[in-house]
């Protein structure tokens, strides 16, 4: 079973830019449909961005033009980097992955995915 750590999280002020990554040990994340998603306290968890193996990308309404969801070179690492972040976004962010081995679309639903991070803390001050 893949573990998927995240990382770089952290405290900014609206405006503010960061750049979230997930790491798989052991595990080529290439071909694989991934994605991010937030859930705020008292909030259901949602999609902000997910990728599949195309490497065709979709995003929530409200982070469009804001955030990119990519991959690296090496297919070990996923990202989110995250520009004018507002107080909205403050939030754990999660990383997911489905584990079949070349994923052609990407779906939404947190049941699509078989395989969960931790989480990394988001908190954008106003």
């Known amino acids: 079973q893949v573990q998927l750590v995240e990382s770089g999280g952290g405290s900014v002020q609206s405006g503010g830019s960061l750049r979230l990554s997930c790491a798989a040990s052991?595990?080529?994340?290439?071909?694989?449909?991934m994605g991010w998603f937030r859930q705020a306290p008292g909030k259901e968890r949602e999609g902000v961005a997910i990728?599949?193996?195309?490497?065709?990308?979709a995003y929530a309404d409200s982070v469009k033009g804001r955030f990119i969801i990519s991959q690296d070179n090496t297919g070990n690492t996923l990202y989110l980097q995250m520009d004018n972040l507002k107080p909205e976004d403050t939030a754990m962010y999660h990383c997911?992955?489905?584990?079949?081995?070349?994923?052609?679309?990407?779906?939404?639903?947190?049941?699509?995915?078989?395989?969960w991070g931790q989480g990394t803390q988001v908190t954008v001050s106003s």
């Open positions: 990728i599949d193996g195309d490497g065709d990308t």
């Open positions: 997911a992955v489905k584990y079949a081995a070349y994923c052609r679309v990407g779906l939404w639903g947190r049941s699509f995915y078989d395989a």
């Open positions: 052991g595990y080529i994340l290439s071909g694989k449909c």
